[in-house]
């Protein structure tokens, strides 16, 4: 039995859906459903039982949940709004409820595996090194990523990080995001302003060093990281913090290119302001350091960006069920 926190969100059930892909459908999926899509990214998958988030948590604290049974605990649930400003909420879901699930795992000896993120590394001027001696160095540029950040302190100080796995996820995109509305990948964005009017809106550049359209980010593939989650998961050394992107950051205007070709589509770029309340906070480039997991030997080759791309709008969503 595996447990999967936020499993019916884009990381979560992507997951999953890896799970079932290896013979397991003996899951337990912890998330909180309230009246968004999310439940249809649950569709196609198999599993034993649906449990909400705050439940759960109760279940835990009482130890009602049988230890005996699990295999592993994939830790993915959060709250992944970057203009989330409630501090108080992010701490408590994002931070606390990480605490209770690792010490919980730890007590049974079930390996733990948690999302953590790239945006601990706030805007790069520190680097994107996953060196925990690095760690304390970091300032994350919004409570979503502090209340991340926070918990990979917590772990560091407590000696945890020889015993727990965190995976720092850069930019995924793929299929199952389509709940997400604003926090949905530019990749998905992009295919539905193509989609309805032939024309894609790139952010500006409003710093020097980068022309418009050429800003940077380390754009990653849901299909790789749930492989390497997996392989992660089964690994016996892999413990530690470790960044999960491809460690070759692409512009904004290769995305955009490669979403019109996938699309067949003739391209039609034009550019607006960043708007002034994310404007202080923008990152211009980030590219994981992927050194660390490289040496783990995990034989896996990420997918281009343009192959990426390809591979999600011709077989999710220009289909009517693009779920996994």
Partial sequence: MYIVTGGAGFIGSAMVKKLNHEGIDKVIIVDNLDSSDKWRNLSH????????????????????????????????????????????????????????????????????????????????QK??????????????????GYAKHAFDLWALKNNLLDKITG???????GPNEYHKGDMASVVYKAFNQIKEKGILKLFKSHHPAFKDGEQKRDFVYIKDCTKILW?????????????????????????????????????????????????????????????????????????????AIADYVHNHLLHADPYM
């Fill in 45 to 124: 998958l198999m599993f034993d039982d649906y449990i909400n988030k705050k439940d759960f948590l109760q279940l835990i604290l009482n130890n009602k949940i049988n230890a005996h049974d699990i295999q592993g605990f994939i830790h993915l649930g959060a709250c992944s709004s970057t203009t989330e400003s409630n501090a108080e909420y992010m701490m408590q879901n994002n931070y606390y409820y990480t605490k209770v699930m690792a010490s919980w795992a730890l007590q049974h000896n079930i390996r733990f595996l948690y999302a953590s993120s790239a945006a601990t590394y706030g805007d790069g």
């Fill in 127 to 144: 680097g994107f090194s996953d060196d925990h001696g690095q760690l304390q160095n970091l300032s994350p540029l919004n409570v979503y």
């Fill in 231 to 307: 392989k992660l998961l089964n690994h016996p050394q892999a413990f530690g913090i470790y960044n999960l992107g491809t460690g070759n950051a692409r512009t904004w205007k290769d995305l955009a290119l490669a979403t019109f070709k996938a699309m067949g589509v003739k391209p039609n770029i034009t550019f607006v302001d960043i708007p002034e309340s994310i404007s202080a906070r923008y990152q211009y480039f980030t590219q994981a350091e992927m050194a660390k997991l490289s040496a783990l030997n995990l034989d896996h080759t990420f997918m281009s960006l343009e192959d």
């Fill in 167 to 173: 995976v720092k996820f850069f930019n995924v995109f």
